[in-house]
């Protein structure tokens, strides 16, 4: 010490102190929220404004635990946070599921930023299309979102029947969420009572959902998991009318045709020069309906480390059918991405509410006595794996749109 201190005379003096300071500030103005610029501690890089992911496949990786960077927000903290979606409040007691990170092979994702998002976003509108997993989706990114606008006078959603519309005023940018669980019309098509047992579609109209939508900047369409039942009917002609036709259709060649219908409108009536699309691939489900003795997401607490591994619960047809129709939408020269989601969701069999959410209907005695059977296996607890979408959603929509 006392050699240090004829090196340094003073070392404990203003001089010292203003050395320190400075280094202090540099280290200061190189930290953004918990990490430190251009170290990439934790896999998840912080890039900038010229990132380029071409060559590396965003959907390839695997689950990292991360209990540093994740979660990326509180659930109980999030404005917009769904009942659906809030296993904690609804009594799941494990927080595992909140801290693991999707690492790409090869690459990093960069780290979310919300204004650079709305920076994007600004005077323009995206709209989520869907089902109940789309508004998963969005509903994630309404959170992932939420801390960057400080001022709740400055963020709102509102509901006009299938439409939610969630307003950022500062940027004059809106995200909204539009309930369309099959894409075209149906009886399934209340936003709040569409818990019909007998679903009637009809398979060729789409215009009284596309209205709603058509003019967006930004689509991201998802439906998959309405389609899994065994039988629906199609109808051609209107749902008053005496004289409709009626017929049923196996699963894959309706989801075919309403794929078609859904394509056919785009095709047609969309601004190629302004709307990017983007259609999220099939969410998993994790749980073998009629098999007591199948695979289940109820009480899992860590991922599945068994690389390509498939739930038998996913319809591997249904995939590839959705798949081809964006391809043949890309051939036509519409700006359309398949956010290929799938496989990487397929390993997080542990992040699904099971019973932990809001019951819109009671459960009956023999379902509260056999949760296994009975657990919510298709939806996603918040925070969570949906926030993955988002992160590969926001890499498209900064460098990429």
């Not at 009572?193 to 009284?208: A, L, P």
């Not at 699963?251 to 394509?263: D, G």
């Not at 036509?332 to 290929?340: A, D, H, Q």
């Not at 819109?360 to 509260?368: A, D, G, N, R, Y």
Request: aromatic share 14%; glycine share 6%.
């Amino acid at each position: 010490m006392e050699k240090l201190q004829r090196l340094v005379p003073g070392y404990r003096s203003v001089g010292f102190m203003l050395v320190m300071g400075v280094t202090m500030g540099v280290v200061y103005f190189c930290l953004d929220h918990n990490n430190v610029i251009g170290f990439n501690l934790i896999g998840v890089a912080n890039i900038a404004d010229d990132y380029s992911f071409e060559g590396c496949d965003l959907f390839n990786g695997s689950w990292v635990y991360d209990n540093k960077s994740r979660p990326l927000y509180n659930e109980k903290e999030c404005s917009f946070m769904a009942d659906d979606y809030a296993c904690h409040k609804f009594g799941r007691k494990d927080f595992e599921y909140q801290f693991w990170r999707w690492q790409p092979h090869g690459c990093d994702l960069p780290r979310f930023n919300g204004t650079a998002l709305l920076e994007k976003l600004r005077d323009k509108r995206v709209v989520f299309v869907g089902d109940s997993v789309g508004k998963n989706h969005w509903v994630s990114l309404l959170c992932l979102i939420d801390s960057w606008i400080p001022d709740p006078s400055h963020k709102v959603a509102e509901w006009h029947g299938s439409l939610i519309t969630f307003r950022a005023s500062e940027f004059n940018a809106s995200i909204d969420f539009y309930w369309e669980p099959l894409l075209v019309e149906s009886n399934c098509d209340d936003p709040v009572h569409h818990r019909v047992h007998d679903r009637i579609m009809k398979i060729e109209s789409i215009e009284k959902h596309a209205k709603q939508w058509i003019d967006a900047d930004m689509l991201v369409f998802d439906s998959y998991t309405w389609w899994l039942v065994p039988n629906m009917t199609l109808l051609w002609g209107s749902f008053e009318n005496p004289n409709r036709t009626l017929i049923e259709s196996g699963r894959v060649r309706r989801y075919e045709m309403a794929l078609k219908t859904w394509s056919n409108w785009l095709e047609t009536h969309l601004n190629r020069t302004k709307t990017r699309m983007f259609f999220t691939s099939l969410s998993p489900d994790h749980k073998e309906y009629g098999d007591p003795m199948g695979e289940t997401c109820y009480n899992k607490t860590e991922p599945i480390m068994e690389q390509g591994y498939w739930s038998k619960g996913t319809d591997n047809d249904l995939m590839r059918t959705a798949q081809s129709v964006v391809q043949d939408l890309e051939k036509k020269g519409l700006k359309i991405e398949l956010l290929n989601i799938t496989q990487l969701s397929q390993y997080r069999n542990d992040g699904h509410p099971t019973i932990y959410k809001r019951h819109w209907v009671p459960p009956t005695e023999s379902e509260l006595a056999n949760p296994i059977a009975n657990s919510d296996c298709i939806h996603w607890c918040l925070p969570g794996v949906p926030d993955v979408w988002n992160e590969i959603l926001y890499t498209y929509i900064r460098y990429k749109v």
